[in-house]
């Protein structure tokens, strides 16, 4: 992509409503537009963002046999009605009137729609188990829509169903998707901690919250130092839930059980929530199927959160330094730029040109910064912008034969022979 092509409507000032560094640095990048408070439009450098997001998550789903479907935002109150959750909802569900007077609703979640889907096909436990899910928006009028995309009103979520003949295989069900979240976590370069979390207005008996780690992070958090460690090909469940780990007003220094040398104290930002919640809704919305004796049975069901908008957020608050956006290589909206500091020079024009067409053959991401501005305007939008390495062509180097190469997130600049670019730029883009 060309930046003159490209719409990143950069600005100086940020209205004085944004508090956190997030939600500074995504309007300062040109990434999002509020439209209305907690109501944002994704601009397209935002919108990249959000879908490297999502394909990551939508991948490690997909790795552990998750099938993805799409439900709709609008649905009917029928079935809220019948669950309960009508009224317990209260004002955070946007209730709408149709024209023929049907109460409908914005979806805050979708138990009830995935049920009743559920319930309308599947009658044996032969088909099980099965756990489905969707990347949707959703609306919740939370009290104090804030902090930009972390607690919009609107926002997307990735939500799975899971449905199993019994307790025993819901368990089975629901470690396949904790071991899930902390390899999509770990590929967006995050750190996962999770915690025991409770259930709240889901219901159910079992809950695990997954937070990442940001200095700048709403929660406290206190856990044993392992869990900064681990190794996304060798990840047990069981074993993961059973080291320690607390919020702030969990944690009684007396009473932790782990040596004070392996505890470590970081702030941290919550972006899964998944629970176990057993026949809660199968029994009121008619979910059961034939066990081996024939017997009828509710089934029993999990279901797991992710918020994919709310992560494009949470990886700028554990990403970032006073100059802009540091983005992880694998979320990054561009994972190169080629930064033309002279576009009039023939000579720098022609090398910017060879780099990009060779670059982009191998399908890798690359913005060519052509623009016709200060040379100190460019360098600062790529590092606002964040792109994660980038190729700075300037005459003076040019003639010397060397090209400089940055490392955002290092933030570390090296001057590196012309012939050597193409190799050292790959080695990067691979670590
Ligand atoms: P919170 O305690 O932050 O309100 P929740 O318990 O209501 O979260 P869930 O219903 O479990 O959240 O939703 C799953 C995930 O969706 C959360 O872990 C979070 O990442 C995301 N999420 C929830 N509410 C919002 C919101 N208002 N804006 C953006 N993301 C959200
Ligand atoms: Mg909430």
Aim: contains cysteine; proline residues 4%.
């Amino acid at each position: 992509m060309k930046y003159s092509e490209f719409f990143i409507p950069t600005v100086k000032d940020v209205p004085s409503d944004a508090e956190i560094i997030s939600h500074k640095l995504m309007i300062k990048a040109g990434m999002i537009k509020q439209s209305s408070a907690g109501i944002y439009s994704w601009l397209p450098l935002g919108l990249k963002v959000l879908k490297n997001i999502e394909q990551i998550v939508r991948e490690e789903q997909d790795n552990v046999g998750a099938n993805e479907m799409l439900m709709p935002t609008i649905q009917s109150a029928d079935l809220w009605i019948k669950s309960g959750r009508y009224d317990d909802y209260g004002k955070e569900m946007l209730r709408i009137t149709d024209r023929s007077g049907r109460e409908m609703l914005y979806g805050p979640t979708n138990e009830e729609l995935i049920t009743d889907i559920f319930q309308t096909y599947i009658t044996s436990y032969k088909e099980l188990p099965k756990n489905l899910y969707h990347i949707q928006w959703k609306f919740r009028d939370e009290v104090r829509p804030r902090f930009g995309v972390m607690r919009g009103r609107e926002f997307l979520m990735k939500d799975n169903y899971s449905f199993d003949l019994n307790e025993e295989k819901a368990k089975i069900s629901y470690n396949n998707m904790f071991k899930a979240y902390i390899k999509t976590f770990l590929r967006m370069g995050l750190t996962p901690i999770s915690l025991r979390a409770e259930t709240g207005p889901i219901g159910g008996n079992l809950s695990h919250e997954f937070q990442i780690l940001a200095n700048t992070g709403e929660s406290k958090l206190y856990y044993d130092k392992e869990l900064e460690s681990l190794d996304p090909e060798s990840l047990d469940p069981d074993k993961l839930q059973s080291y320690y780990a607390a919020v702030d007003d969990q944690h009684d220094e007396n009473k932790c059980p782990i040596k004070k040398e392996d505890l470590k104290i970081s702030r941290g930002i919550e972006v899964g929530h998944i629970f176990y919640f057993g026949t809660k809704y199968s029994e009121k919305l008619n979910a059961y199927v034939q066990d081996q004796n024939g017997k009828k049975i509710a089934v029993h069901m999990g279901s797991y959160g992710i918020g994919v908008s709310r992560l494009a957020g949470a990886l700028i608050e554990a990403n970032h330094d006073e100059k802009g956006i540091k983005w992880p290589r694998s979320v990054a909206p561009f994972k190169l730029s080629i930064v033309n500091l002279m576009p009039d020079d023939q000579n720098c024009t022609t090398k910017a040109l060879d780099y990009y067409s060779n670059f982009m053959n191998q399908k890798i991401d690359t913005l060519y910064d052509d623009r016709d501005c200060s040379v100190g305007k460019k360098l600062k939008d790529n590092d606002l912008i964040g792109t994660p390495i980038q190729i700075i062509i300037g005459k003076r180097d040019l003639s010397a034969g060397i090209i400089e190469i940055r490392d955002r997130q290092l933030d570390l600049s090296q001057k590196i022979k012309i012939d050597d670019v193409e190799k050292f730029v790959l080695q990067k883009l691979n670590s």
